[in-house]
């Protein structure tokens, strides 16, 4: 185990042999950190946080503090993060809260660029990347390959779907379906996101289904209920367009139009 002699580890703390420290982190009691995770210097990890395998932690991040919610009251709650991660400087990651079922969970191979913001109780998948200063508020719930630019915020309890594109300086106050792009205060749909379509390996009929059912969703005239109906008639069965209708579907802060 590689630990600066400044660094602070305290009572309790596990730390995987394979662990290296720089120097002034601090580590608190209930942190639990596994094989190959790198902790930069001065990054404070606190709370029942639980880290995986070859992480990279970098100078000044801030994981598993208390959440900044008025209503948290000190009761134990846990920050849950996979494998593969980078948290870049400055970005910070928040235990959950007893009324948000009590865990903020992060999947693996996810990127957090520095200055972002992770809330209480957010659900986060694998794959995912949020660019400088993006924020995601508390409950949120991000799919995996979500892609979130500069400066774009997420309102809490909204979710975004998978391989869904969140342009620079967005405001996302309404649910971001699967593989669709979005820009703008307050966000709207601007198309497919094809780009990450074709890099997420769809092949050309795929596409083409998904642009059938998004002009049925978002270019036609039909009532949502009448939109579900026809695409699932026409489309169904093939797993990308499940997922988007059972998204929508799923819906409760309605979807950005």
Not at 29 to 37: F, H
Not at 204 to 231: N, P, Q, T
Request: hydrophobic share 40%; net charge neutral.
């Amino acid at each position: 185990m590689s630990i600066h002699s400044t660094a602070i580890i305290e009572r309790g703390a596990e730390l995987d042999p394979s662990v290296e420290v720089g120097p002034y982190a601090v580590i608190g009691p209930r942190v639990c950190i596994g094989p190959r995770t790198k902790i930069g210097p001065h990054a404070v990890l606190q709370g029942h946080t639980t880290i995986g395998a070859d992480n990279q932690i970098f100078q000044f991040a801030s994981v598993g503090a208390i959440p900044q919610d008025l209503k948290y009251a000190g009761e134990p709650t846990r920050l849950e993060i996979g494998d593969g991660n980078q948290i870049r400087e400055f970005a910070t990651l928040h235990l959950g809260t007893a009324g948000g079922g009590g865990l903020t969970r992060v999947g693996s191979k996810n990127l957090f660029m520095a200055n972002s913001h992770v809330a209480h109780d957010c659900q986060i998948g694998d794959h995912v990347i949020l660019a400088n200063c993006a924020s995601l508020g508390g409950h949120v719930q991000i799919e995996d390959g979500a892609i979130f630019g500069g400066l774009s915020a997420v309102h809490q309890f909204t979710r975004v779907g998978k391989l869904a594109f969140i342009s620079g300086g967005a405001m996302v106050a309404q649910d971001v379906p699967p593989y669709c792009t979005v820009q703008g205060d307050r966000a709207q749909l601007i198309g497919l996101n094809t780009v990450g379509l074709t890099r997420a390996g769809l092949d050309d009929a795929a596409v083409r289904r998904m642009k059938r059912a998004y002009r049925i969703f978002f270019r036609s005239k039909l009532g949502l209920r009448e939109a579900v109906a026809r695409v699932r008639a026409e489309y169904g069965g093939h797993p990308e367009i499940d997922h988007l209708v059972g998204f929508i579907e799923g819906s409760e802060r309605g979807i950005a139009r």
